[in-house]
T-cell receptor, first 111, second 117 residues
Framework: RKEVEQDPGPFNVPEGATVAFNCTYS??????FFWYRQDCRKEPKLLMS???SGNEDGRFTAQLNRASQYISLLIRDSKLSDSATYLC????????????FGPGTRLSVLP | GAVVSQHPSWVICKSGTSVKIECRSL??????MFWYRQFPKQSLMLMAT?????????EQGVEKDKFLINHASLTLSTLTVTSAHPEDSSFYIC?????????????FGPGTRLTVL
Protein backbone atom coordinates (compact mmCIF):
# COMPACT_ATOMS: atom_id res chain seq x y z
CA ARG A 1 0.00 0.00 0.00
CA LYS A 2 1.32 3.44 -0.91
CA GLU A 3 2.02 5.84 1.91
CA VAL A 4 -0.31 8.52 0.57
CA GLU A 5 -3.16 7.82 -1.81
CA GLN A 6 -5.56 10.20 -3.50
CA ASP A 7 -8.63 10.10 -5.70
CA PRO A 8 -7.27 9.25 -9.15
CA GLY A 9 -9.21 11.93 -10.99
CA PRO A 10 -9.31 13.80 -13.25
CA PHE A 11 -12.22 15.87 -12.05
CA ASN A 12 -13.94 17.97 -14.71
CA VAL A 13 -16.46 20.33 -13.15
CA PRO A 14 -18.35 23.43 -14.31
CA GLU A 15 -17.60 26.86 -12.88
CA GLY A 16 -19.39 27.39 -9.60
CA ALA A 17 -19.47 23.71 -8.69
CA THR A 18 -18.39 22.30 -5.36
CA VAL A 19 -15.76 19.61 -5.54
CA ALA A 20 -14.18 17.42 -2.86
CA PHE A 21 -10.88 15.57 -2.90
CA ASN A 22 -10.00 12.69 -0.63
CA CYS A 23 -6.65 11.48 0.61
CA THR A 24 -5.63 8.59 2.85
CA TYR A 25 -2.29 7.96 4.51
CA SER A 26 -0.82 4.77 5.92
CA UNK A 27 1.53 6.00 8.65
CA UNK A 28 -0.58 6.48 11.77
CA UNK A 29 2.25 8.39 13.45
CA UNK A 30 2.17 11.17 10.85
CA UNK A 31 2.01 14.54 12.50
CA UNK A 32 1.32 17.22 9.96
CA PHE A 33 -0.66 17.45 6.78
CA PHE A 34 -0.91 19.85 3.88
CA TRP A 35 -2.63 20.48 0.60
CA TYR A 36 -0.43 21.87 -2.17
CA ARG A 37 -1.46 22.80 -5.68
CA GLN A 38 0.74 22.33 -8.69
CA ASP A 39 0.12 23.96 -12.03
CA CYS A 40 1.37 22.25 -15.16
CA ARG A 41 5.19 22.28 -15.36
CA LYS A 42 5.44 24.46 -12.27
CA GLU A 43 6.53 23.92 -8.71
CA PRO A 44 4.04 23.00 -5.94
CA LYS A 45 2.66 25.86 -3.88
CA LEU A 46 1.16 25.53 -0.44
CA LEU A 47 -2.60 25.86 -0.49
CA MET A 48 -3.24 25.21 3.17
CA SER A 49 -2.08 23.27 6.16
CA UNK A 50 -4.58 20.84 7.64
CA UNK A 51 -5.21 21.03 11.37
CA UNK A 52 -6.94 18.54 13.60
CA SER A 53 -9.92 20.78 14.14
CA GLY A 54 -10.33 21.39 10.44
CA ASN A 55 -9.75 24.74 8.86
CA GLU A 56 -11.24 27.01 6.25
CA ASP A 57 -9.68 29.60 4.01
CA GLY A 58 -12.20 31.38 1.85
CA ARG A 59 -13.69 28.86 -0.58
CA PHE A 60 -11.38 26.09 0.63
CA THR A 61 -12.07 23.79 3.59
CA ALA A 62 -9.72 21.09 4.81
CA GLN A 63 -10.62 18.30 7.21
CA LEU A 64 -8.50 15.74 9.01
CA ASN A 65 -9.75 12.46 10.48
CA ARG A 66 -6.88 10.85 12.35
CA ALA A 67 -8.87 7.76 13.32
CA SER A 68 -9.54 6.95 9.69
CA GLN A 69 -6.24 8.41 8.49
CA TYR A 70 -8.09 10.51 6.02
CA ILE A 71 -7.80 14.09 4.79
CA SER A 72 -10.18 15.99 2.58
CA LEU A 73 -10.24 19.24 0.65
CA LEU A 74 -13.48 20.92 -0.35
CA ILE A 75 -13.57 23.69 -2.92
CA ARG A 76 -16.76 25.72 -3.15
CA ASP A 77 -17.84 27.97 -6.02
CA SER A 78 -14.96 26.72 -8.16
CA LYS A 79 -13.23 29.16 -10.52
CA LEU A 80 -11.44 28.57 -13.78
CA SER A 81 -8.23 29.50 -11.99
CA ASP A 82 -8.69 26.56 -9.61
CA SER A 83 -7.72 24.21 -12.45
CA ALA A 84 -4.55 22.47 -11.27
CA THR A 85 -3.29 19.27 -9.70
CA TYR A 86 -3.94 19.08 -5.96
CA LEU A 87 -1.34 17.26 -3.94
CA CYS A 88 -1.98 15.76 -0.53
CA UNK A 89 1.21 15.94 1.52
CA UNK A 90 1.93 14.14 4.76
CA UNK A 91 4.89 14.77 7.02
CA UNK A 92 5.85 11.34 8.33
CA UNK A 93 8.63 12.66 10.58
CA UNK A 94 7.64 13.43 14.16
CA UNK A 95 10.54 15.75 14.82
CA UNK A 96 11.51 17.21 11.50
CA UNK A 97 10.35 17.19 7.95
CA UNK A 98 9.93 14.23 5.66
CA UNK A 99 7.20 15.18 3.24
CA UNK A 100 5.52 12.35 1.36
CA PHE A 101 3.51 13.53 -1.60
CA GLY A 102 0.40 11.83 -2.89
CA PRO A 103 0.09 11.24 -6.64
CA GLY A 104 -2.17 14.25 -7.00
CA THR A 105 -5.69 14.76 -8.28
CA ARG A 106 -6.13 16.82 -11.39
CA LEU A 107 -8.99 19.33 -11.46
CA SER A 108 -10.27 21.05 -14.58
CA VAL A 109 -12.89 23.74 -14.06
CA LEU A 110 -14.81 24.29 -17.28
CA PRO A 111 -16.56 27.50 -18.38
CA GLY B 1 5.91 34.03 1.14
CA ALA B 2 9.61 33.28 0.97
CA VAL B 3 11.36 32.99 -2.37
CA VAL B 4 13.49 30.11 -3.54
CA SER B 5 15.30 30.25 -6.85
CA GLN B 6 16.83 27.51 -8.95
CA HIS B 7 19.37 27.72 -11.71
CA PRO B 8 19.31 26.71 -14.47
CA SER B 9 15.60 26.43 -15.21
CA TRP B 10 16.32 23.90 -17.93
CA VAL B 11 19.33 22.08 -19.28
CA ILE B 12 20.01 19.71 -22.15
CA CYS B 13 23.20 17.71 -22.02
CA LYS B 14 24.89 14.73 -23.59
CA SER B 15 25.00 11.38 -21.86
CA GLY B 16 28.02 11.07 -19.57
CA THR B 17 28.31 14.72 -18.64
CA SER B 18 27.72 16.16 -15.17
CA VAL B 19 25.13 18.80 -14.44
CA LYS B 20 25.03 21.12 -11.45
CA ILE B 21 21.78 22.64 -10.22
CA GLU B 22 21.75 25.49 -7.71
CA CYS B 23 19.03 26.19 -5.19
CA ARG B 24 19.00 29.49 -3.31
CA SER B 25 16.76 30.88 -0.61
CA LEU B 26 16.63 34.57 -1.45
CA UNK B 27 15.10 36.23 1.56
CA UNK B 28 15.48 33.79 4.42
CA UNK B 29 18.01 31.42 5.88
CA UNK B 30 17.19 27.82 5.12
CA UNK B 31 18.34 25.44 7.78
CA UNK B 32 17.07 22.53 5.73
CA MET B 33 16.86 22.06 2.00
CA PHE B 34 15.22 19.21 0.15
CA TRP B 35 15.74 17.82 -3.33
CA TYR B 36 12.89 16.17 -5.19
CA ARG B 37 12.52 14.56 -8.59
CA GLN B 38 9.31 14.38 -10.59
CA PHE B 39 8.81 12.22 -13.66
CA PRO B 40 5.97 13.04 -16.08
CA LYS B 41 2.50 12.40 -14.67
CA GLN B 42 3.97 11.26 -11.36
CA SER B 43 4.22 12.91 -7.99
CA LEU B 44 7.28 14.38 -6.38
CA MET B 45 9.73 11.91 -4.91
CA LEU B 46 12.09 13.05 -2.19
CA MET B 47 15.70 12.33 -3.11
CA ALA B 48 17.58 13.76 -0.17
CA THR B 49 17.45 16.14 2.77
CA UNK B 50 20.35 18.41 3.56
CA UNK B 51 21.19 20.56 6.53
CA UNK B 52 23.71 23.35 6.28
CA UNK B 53 27.22 22.17 7.03
CA UNK B 54 26.45 18.48 7.25
CA UNK B 55 26.14 15.56 4.88
CA UNK B 56 22.89 15.02 3.08
CA UNK B 57 20.55 12.21 4.05
CA UNK B 58 19.54 10.24 0.99
CA GLU B 59 16.32 8.34 0.51
CA GLN B 60 16.44 4.64 -0.15
CA GLY B 61 17.30 3.88 -3.75
CA VAL B 62 18.98 7.22 -4.43
CA GLU B 63 22.70 6.85 -5.17
CA LYS B 64 24.66 9.38 -3.17
CA ASP B 65 27.70 9.07 -5.46
CA LYS B 66 25.58 9.87 -8.48
CA PHE B 67 23.59 12.73 -6.98
CA LEU B 68 26.07 14.87 -5.08
CA ILE B 69 24.54 17.39 -2.72
CA ASN B 70 26.37 20.27 -1.12
CA HIS B 71 24.76 22.62 1.38
CA ALA B 72 27.62 24.97 2.13
CA SER B 73 25.63 27.92 3.40
CA LEU B 74 22.23 28.75 4.82
CA THR B 75 21.11 30.12 1.47
CA LEU B 76 22.63 27.75 -1.07
CA SER B 77 22.43 24.06 -1.86
CA THR B 78 23.66 22.39 -5.01
CA LEU B 79 22.76 19.09 -6.64
CA THR B 80 25.22 17.63 -9.12
CA VAL B 81 24.03 14.82 -11.36
CA THR B 82 27.23 13.02 -12.24
CA SER B 83 27.63 11.11 -15.49
CA ALA B 84 24.04 11.78 -16.43
CA HIS B 85 22.15 9.26 -18.55
CA PRO B 86 18.83 9.53 -20.40
CA GLU B 87 17.00 7.85 -17.51
CA ASP B 88 18.06 10.79 -15.31
CA SER B 89 15.95 13.11 -17.46
CA SER B 90 13.40 14.55 -15.07
CA PHE B 91 12.10 17.67 -13.34
CA TYR B 92 14.30 18.39 -10.32
CA ILE B 93 12.79 20.63 -7.66
CA CYS B 94 14.37 21.92 -4.48
CA UNK B 95 12.61 23.26 -1.45
CA UNK B 96 13.78 25.11 1.60
CA UNK B 97 12.54 25.38 5.12
CA UNK B 98 13.45 28.02 7.68
CA UNK B 99 13.33 25.49 10.47
CA UNK B 100 12.97 21.78 10.95
CA UNK B 101 9.65 22.02 12.76
CA UNK B 102 7.29 19.46 11.39
CA UNK B 103 4.57 21.98 10.60
CA UNK B 104 6.85 24.49 8.95
CA UNK B 105 6.13 25.27 5.35
CA UNK B 106 8.52 24.18 2.62
CA UNK B 107 9.03 26.76 -0.10
CA PHE B 108 9.68 25.29 -3.50
CA GLY B 109 11.98 26.51 -6.21
CA PRO B 110 10.65 26.76 -9.78
CA GLY B 111 12.36 23.51 -10.76
CA THR B 112 15.00 22.51 -13.28
CA ARG B 113 14.04 20.43 -16.28
CA LEU B 114 16.93 18.14 -17.21
CA THR B 115 17.03 16.38 -20.55
CA VAL B 116 19.88 13.98 -21.18
CA LEU B 117 20.38 12.99 -24.80
Amino acid sequence: RKEVEQDPGPFNVPEGATVAFNCTYSNSASQSFFWYRQDCRKEPKLLMSVYSSGNEDGRFTAQLNRASQYISLLIRDSKLSDSATYLCVVNVDNYGQNFVFGPGTRLSVLP
Amino acid sequence: GAVVSQHPSWVICKSGTSVKIECRSLDFQATTMFWYRQFPKQSLMLMATSNEGSKATYEQGVEKDKFLINHASLTLSTLTVTSAHPEDSSFYICSASASGDNYNEQFFGPGTRLTVL
